[in-house]
């Protein structure tokens, strides 16, 4: 996750030493901090440095008995205000570490979408009081990215808009069906992937590939929260790092009908991003996910 630091401005001074004197800073001086008890010697304690609107560095740790904090893992962070799905949400701890990624099946993506949580302090609480995990009514998405570009959009009509919102709301319906037994469903299901096979084999000579498949979200890497996706841009926000002076692009980036707020180092970015243009590149997937 810390070569994603350079997605919220911390790009060219990653030195070790240097950040030392970044993290003792942002412990001193956090914009927010939160202590939870997670048992009678132990207190849970999250502290967050905004180094532009909405975005900066995490910090976790514990607080010993004199009441100092003990940094543990940092993570950058961004967050994001736009709902990107509302498929309930399951909850599993990461390894060691006190960190949770979060699990949800829209069946837009087509894969099950797992996401690092963001609000994980929330949670711990909840678990705190019912002595289970809850689960995620719905949850807002970002992307942190390391390298992307921006590619010219589809030319399409206001009809043919309309008719791919149409069949994209059909297929959902036919995938949700088909995962709850329906036989005909399924069967509908894989003759549209043929016919789109068949089809898509046809033109592939004559077009360029981003002509034909104006949208995807797909794994990547080993990392289960990484992606590639690709997707139309709705606003576009330069935010400026305080701390590095660094310019940032945060982008409403909507992918298989899923609208991801998307962070990237304006230095990492290869060309200028505009509503109506369309954006690729890798990902590091969060969300902060609210509970049912």
């Known amino acids: 996750m810390h070569s994603y630091l350079r997605s919220v401005g911390f790009r060219n001074d990653i030195r070790k030493k240097k950040w030392k004197e970044y993290l003792d800073q942002f412990a001193k001086e956090p914009d927010y901090m939160k202590i939870i008890q997670v048992d009678e010697e132990t207190n849970m304690v999250l502290l967050l440095k905004e180094v532009a609107k909405d975005m900066g560095i995490a910090m976790c740790g514990e607080e010993d008995e004199e009441g100092n904090f003990q940094l543990e893992y940092y993570y950058p962070y961004s967050v994001s205000r736009v709902v990107s799905s509302q498929t309930v949400s399951t909850f599993s701890k990461q390894g060691e570490k006190d960190s949770y990624a979060g699990l949800c099946e829209d069946y837009r993506v087509g894969v099950s979408l797992i996401y690092y949580l963001t609000n994980f302090m929330e949670m ?54 088909a995962r709850g037994g329906d036989a005909s469903a ?67 980036v909507v992918t298989n009908d899923i609208p991801v707020s998307v962070v990237i180092n304006r230095e990492d970015l290869l060309g200028v991003p505009e509503t109506g243009r369309r954006f690729k590149g890798q990902v590091w997937m969060m969300g902060e996910a609210y509970f049912a």
Not at 128 to 137: D, E, I, Q, V
């Open 124 to 177: 711990r609480e909840l678990f705190s009081r019912t002595g289970r995990l809850p689960r995620g009514k719905e949850v807002c998405l970002t992307g942190l990215s390391d390298e992307g570009k921006i590619i010219l959009p589809i030319r399409k009509t206001k009809q043919q808009i309309e008719s791919a919102r149409i069949a994209s709301q059909k297929r959902t319906s036919m995938i949700e069906s």
């Open 186 to 252: 399924m069967e509908s299901l894989t003759l549209d992937e043929m016919n789109l096979y068949t089809k898509l084999n046809k033109q592939i000579s004559k077009c360029d590939m981003y002509t034909l498949i104006d949208s995807f979200f797909m794994p990547t890497g080993v990392e289960c929260d990484q992606y590639t996706l690709m997707g139309d841009i709705e606003n576009v926000e330069l935010l400026t790092n305080s701390v590095t002076g660094e310019e940032v692009y945060r982008m409403t």
